[in-house]
């Protein structure tokens, strides 16, 4: 995730925790880390997590297919508003059952 990205959603108040998603992946899938919502541009490295894990799919070209898998996903085409972002998230983050 960009540094833009972080900034935007830390400034709002959300934690925020960057790494690459196959590693992000790893350390969810063996419980080192928890996540309320994952931004990506690489969905497939979460598809173990499809049913479970709401994505934030970022691309200027996304494979709408491939969001398809997710039973929760945005997808937000590149351009974007940082509104557009902080709506997302928090939509995303509301569909998280604790």
């Known amino acids: 995730m960009s540094s833009f990205l972080r900034t ?3 400034r ?3 934690q925020v925790v960057v790494g690459e998603p196959d590693r992000v992946s790893g350390l969810l899938r063996d419980g080192s880390m928890e996540a309320q919502v ?3 541009n690489r969905p497939e490295a979460f ?6 894990l709401p994505i934030l799919y970022i691309a200027a070209n996304p494979d709408l297919d491939l969001a398809l898998c997710f039973s929760t ?3 937000l085409r590149k351009p974007f508003r940082n509104d557009d972002l902080l709506e997302a998230v928090q939509e995303l983050a509301a569909s998280v059952v604790l």
């Open 8 to 10: 935007i959603l830390q």
């Open 73 to 75: 996903c945005r997808v």
């Open 47 to 52: 598809l173990p997590f499809a049913d479970t």
């Open 12 to 14: 709002r108040g959300h």
């Open 38 to 40: 994952v931004i990506t």
